[in-house]
Each structure stands twice: as C-alpha cells, then as structure tokens.
C-alpha cells in the first residue's frame, strides 16, 4: 500500500513544509511521526516504553561514559538492580555540580563530537553550566508535536522574543531557507526598546504572524506596550511562553492584549522539552516518551503523585552529553488525575521557583531577566553563583561568588556588555561575595527588580 505523505488536511505551507523536511532532513521527519503515534499510546503503553528507555540508557551509561561508572560504584548501585520501576529510586541523583565538575567525564567519547549543540544556562539558581546536546534528536520536531495539540499549523508564521544570537547575514539567511515558506520575525530580548517592540508590532502584523514564543516577561512587556498605546494585534492564535512562571495575572495580560490563546512550556538549557500545556490547561503533559521527570522527598526517593518536591529531569535521548535523575533545583508535582484531553502524559503543575524579573532601564526599554544567564555563559568553571539586583534608582549591583581568582578581566569584560545594553544610562556594580542569598523556599532567585 502507497504512502500517503499528507494524511491530514495540510495547507500548501504546510505541504511545501513537510516535503522539504521529507526529503532533506528524513531523520527530523520520521521523528515527527514517531511522536505522533506516541500520542495515540495508552499511559500504560507509555509508563512502559520510558522503562525500558530508561533501562537502557542507565546500562549503556555505566560501561561507556566514565562519571556514570564511577558515580554508580561509589553510590553502591549497579544496573542490574533494576528489576521493578520502584529500584529507579536506587539510582542516585545528579546536580548541577556534579555535572560541571566532570564535563569531561559525562561527554560520550563514541560520538561524533562536531554534531553537537553547545547550551549554557544559569538555571534557576544563577549557577553556571554548560551542555552539549545531541543534533540529530532534532529536538525542534517537539514543537511540530505540541502544535499540533494546540490545533495549529506545524509551520506557522512565528515572532520570537529571545536572545538573538544569530548575528550574520549568512546565519541570518541560513535560517530563512532551513524554516521556508514560514516568515519568522525577531525581537532581540537582550535589549529593547519601545521603537523595537514598534518595529516588531508592525512586523508581525505585516507577516499575518499565528504565534508569538518567548521568554513569558519579556512577552508580558510586549502585550504591556499593546495595551498601553492600542494597538490592535489581529491574527495571533497562539502565546507560547516559557523560561519563567506563567502566572494568571500574565496569562490574561497576554489573552487580552493578542485575543489569542496562551501556552506554559517547560524546558531547560539542560534539558529542552520537558512538559508542555495542552489546549485543555489542566496541567504540564510531561513528554515522558523523550524525557523522565521523577518529584524527590528530602531523602532523594520518589513522592506521591500530588506531593509537592524537587524535580530531578532524564533526557532520555541524549546519549552524546547524558543526563540522568539531575536535580535542577525547580519544585512541582505530579497530579493524580489525568488530562481530559485523554493524552498519555503524566501532568506536572505548574513549576515552583522559576523566577526572573526584567531589568528596567530609564528610556522605558528593558532587558529580559532571561538574558544575564547569557553573560555568564563563557565562565561556567570561574563563576560558582551569580544574582543581579536591580535598585529603584534603576542602578544594577551584580553580586559574584567566584571559585578562581584574578577574575579583574571577566568583571571588566561583564560590565562592557551590561553598560553596551543599558547605553551606559544605568549605574553598575559588580561586586565579589562569599555567598548568595536564597529565598524563603531556599533558592536562588538570580534577578531581583526593586522597581
């Protein structure tokens, strides 16, 4: 029996979508419709495929990757001890130290170094990490899937809201042709002003643009500025927000502003795609067919679905950079009841401690919270913590706990690029501390606005 390449009612974007994806990345295509039929699966199907998933990768880690054998022998665990998804609380957790202070070890020597994407985060905590994940998972065909539960188009026209790091003509072009015929427009969140939320507006209005994804504040501030001056923003069926908490007051400031439904995504530098809202907003569907997400009491052991913990995230996939039970330091839980929506996944709440504030400047532009992760990203083995706090005079104290010493050319080189973003308008100090100060839940918040 032929194939039929279009089984639902595709529209000629779509098709030209699809095609092109068909023929020049088969793999990101395939993995497209592997996802869909996951869908189709019962939970228990599901709860068994991330088993035997999960089986695999703890065996394979610990006779090829160096950390995992070592951390597993000294910790008295052994793969084979995994005989009922109970023993998965025998396998001993990992932290963003652990992962930092044995990047070397973690790296898959069998590996085709080159195919790699490097990611670096602050996390939660303000602790610097980097990563490596694995380019053919094609991790971006996870946006094809939830797109699909929102009941849109796989390509649709997108604005974005992050920090842009595409920077050359080529690059620029690059990613034009990979994503053809989706327009897809920009707004740097590293820096922005009321004349580039302008010039965004009316980009999007012009490209008849269906989804707006961003950092959730930065995002809110765009609708802010909407809704302060207007503007009347037709077309958009979709806000999807992620990189922070989406609160009730922030999800109706962006249904007012856009008239267009607003998403929760879930994921970390780390790990990308953890759990994602459906159309029904019952909770966060974990992707347990990809990824493993365990909620741990004090002693490190799984809780009751309902229980309140920290999150510790399995990536599944990535066998190049691998990541298992890593405690990232967020707080959620599992709920007892299943999605009406009748999807397999186990729902998340929403997640606890994700919390960056925007960095006002005096024009009236900002700077995403998101972004100071960013300036941190080429010392992850210099800098142990970092938080910055903004002071109602709009000054910006950025406090470092550093683990090396003679860090005079990093502090020069971090306030060069603060005082470029801010146009040398806001007072900066950087300041070397002992230690962080935590929140009354015990972490760190690494923005803090006063105003």
Known sequence: MKKNLFPYEYNSNEKI????????????????????????????????????????????????????????????????????????????????????????????????????????????????????????????????????????????????????????????????????????????????????????????????????????????????????????????????????????????????????????????????????????HEGLHVHSDIRHVDILDDEDSNVKNGTLGDLAITDLDNYLFPIIKYKNGDLSLIKKENCSCGKPYPLLEKIYGRTTDLVKLPNGGFIAGDYFTTIFDDYPDQINAFQVHQKRDFSIDINIKFKTENNTEMIESIKAIINKKTLNKVPLRVNVVDAIENNHAGKNRFVISDI
């Open 17 to 280: 979508f699809i095609l092109k994806n068909f023929l020049f990345r088969n793999l990101a295509y395939k993995k497209f419709k592997f996802l869909e039929n996951n869908d189709k699966l019962t939970p228990t199907e599901i709860n068994s495929f991330n088993w035997e998933k999960r089986k695999k990768l703890v065996h394979y880690v610990f006779e090829n990757i160096a950390f995992y054998k070592e951390w597993y022998n000294k910790h008295g665990f052994h793969p084979d001890q995994l005989k009922a998804q109970n023993d998965w609380d025998l396998v001993p957790i990992i932290t963003k130290e652990d992962i930092r202070d044995n990047y070397n070890k973690i790296l898959n020597p069998n590996f085709d170094q080159k195919r790699h994407i490097v990611s670096s985060t602050g996390g939660t905590s303000g602790t610097p990490l980097k990563v490596l994940h694995d380019k053919n998972n094609y991790n971006d065909v996870n946006g094809w899937r939830v797109m699909k539960w929102w009941n849109l188009s796989i390509s649709p026209n997108i604005g974005f809201v992050f920090r842009l790091t595409r920077s050359s003509k080529i690059s620029i072009l690059l990613n034009k042709l990979i994503w053809f015929p989706t327009k897809r427009v920009f707004l740097d969140a590293s820096s922005v002003t009321n004349e580039k939320i302008e010039k965004f507006i009316s980009q999007i209005i012009e490209n008849k643009t269906l989804v707006l994804q961003g950092y959730t504040g930065a995002l809110n501030e765009v609708a802010n500025y909407v809704l302060k001056n207007r503007i009347k923003v037709e077309g958009i069926q979709a806000v999807w927000c992620t990189s922070s908490p989406l609160t009730k007051k922030i999800r109706n400031n962006l249904k007012k502003a856009f008239d267009a439904e607003v998403y929760d995504q879930y994921g970390s530098g780390e790990v990308y795609w953890i759990a994602t809202e459906c159309d029904h």
